[in-house]
């Protein structure tokens, strides 16, 4: 089965609804990528789009991080020469030094 060969497609940009062409070398490029769909936005409208979020991004209000789930890992014992978070050393006392 052959494929017909490429033409430019003219689009409306689903963002400011002008026209745009989607020429034949950026249907070449979506193909190469394995992209399945059309472009949605003129270069202007998906340049600013870009823009934004990567401003947001680095202003810390881009889209949340996903939260990594909880993982139940089983309470190792200490080892013998390791210490609890909360048990301090026991200090030496003068008759031990002597």
């Not at 680095?58 to 013998?80: F, H, I, S, T, W």
């Amino acid at each position: 089965m052959e494929l017909a060969p490429l033409q430019d497609k003219v689009l409306i940009c689903a963002q400011c609804g002008e026209e745009f062409v989607f020429t034949v070398s950026a249907q070449q490029y979506f193909l190469e990528k394995g992209f399945v769909e059309e472009p949605r936005r003129c270069k202007h409208c998906y340049t600013q789009l870009k823009k934004d979020k990567r401003q947001q991004d680095k202003n810390g209000r881009g889209r949340p991080l996903r939260e990594q789930p909880a993982v139940d890992a089983p309470e190792a014992a200490p080892d013998e020469g390791q210490l609890d978070s909360g048990a301090t050393e026991p200090e030496p006392s003068a008759e031990q030094g002597q």
